[in-house]
Each structure stands twice: as structure tokens, then as C-alpha cells.
């Protein structure tokens, strides 16, 4: 406070808490405030949070499997298209896309199409795991979601963009199987080499509105691994599709 000019009075006001507050502060070293008021003080004094409570930051670290969850987020829809886009920019070697219908991507990634070939000629493998739209199990969740874009329709879509692509070395698409379609449906798996992005779908609701969690691989048989070997046994099951359908 002395260096950056100000009294605990003055501090207190930048940061939106009492002045005898920032007094409690400075008396009892093992106080410590809430995240936005420690972030308010930080900047009204132009230093980082380590110096003033470095056992915050400690607390912070994560250990063990804890360090392969880089953030959740309770609405898919709340996860930043950017996101998505640099996972996709920067995977080289895998990606692969286990949605039921995978159909937002090719609302929410621009030229998602020329990305994908792009991808592809620079030796990357594609998959995409798709619910077949003619099964049961896509009949059953389309009755319990009961909106107006049917799950057939975005599977649909989805196949339609893919067509875009035409026959291409690298790109592979396969339907789950009857048995596995339960849980596809419930789980959607989007991995990017050591990066993925996961989503539980919740009761009745559509894939936007259910959490997600994006997790990076430290190591062998964390969260990462669990959820990579779910999508890979339902990919080892899928039924080719031996043609997508191109846009006329």
C-alpha cells in the first residue's frame, strides 16, 4: 500500500470492502479474502496475488488426477466457440468427434468444412461417431427432448456437411451400434490428441444446455484416459458408413 500510494481507507475503497476490512487484512496474515476482493486489491496495487497471499495460490494447485480438469463449465453453450476452434487449429496427429449428432459444430466453427480438410492434408485422422438416425434409441430421445430440430435432423445435417468433404484419406465416420446407442446418447466424447472436451447429457436436456468439462492427459489413467477408452470401445463397435451423402 505504501508503494502504490494508497491508505488502507483508500485501498479499501477501490476494492469495494470497509477500511477496517483492510486492516484485517494486514493484522491477520492468515486472512484471507474472497477471490474478487483479492483480485480488486491486486490490481489497485499493481502486484500479483502470490506476493499478498501466496497460500491462496497454493491451495490452487491442483495434484494428482485433479490436474487433467482445465475448467468445467455448467452450460456447454457458456464454453467459448474459441475454445473449441484453437482445441481443433492445434491438434495435428487425432480428432475425433463422438457426439450423438455433432451437430453444432458446423454452426459454431466457421468454414468448419475447409478446417477439417485442411486437417486432413496435413496427415491428421478425422472420425466422427455418430447415433444412426433411423434407430430406436435416436426415436427415443427425440420424444423425450420433443424439439423442433428432431435428432435425426441435426444427425442429418451433420452427414450433409460431411458429404462437403467427398471421399477423403484420413476422414472416417461410423454409427454407433443399436446396442451401444444408450450410451452415445448420454455421453459425448470430443478429443483433440491430449486434449478433450466432455459432455454428460442431463435429463431431458439437448447437448447445449448440459455441462462440460474440458481435461488435458497428465499422465496414464486419469480422467482423460477413462473417457478416451469409452469413445474408442464405441468406435470399435460403430458400423462404417460407407457413404456419406453429398449436397446435390
Known sequence: MQSAGLSPRQLAARVGVSGKTVERWVADAELIPHARNREDACKALGVDEEMLWPKAVK??????DDREIIRSYPYRSSCPSTVWG????NATD??????????????DQPAFVTTLRRKLDTGCRVRF???DPDSEATRNRETIEDVALTVSTRIRITLEHLGKLGPYEGLETRFS??????NHVSLSVFRFDNDALVT???ARLVGHDSPLLHLRKHGDGGMFDRFKEHAEELWSRGLPIHRVPATQ
Open 177 to 182: 451400434t443399436p446396442g451401444d446407442a444408450a
Open 86 to 89: 484453437e482445441l481443433i487449429a
Open 200 to 202: 454428460p447429457h442431463l
Open 59 to 64: 491451495d490452487r494447485i491442483k495434484t494428482g
Open 94 to 107: 487425432d480428432l475425433f468427434f463422438a457426439g450423438y449428432t455433432n451437430y453444432f459444430l458446423w454452426l
Open 129 to 131: 461417431l455418430l447415433g
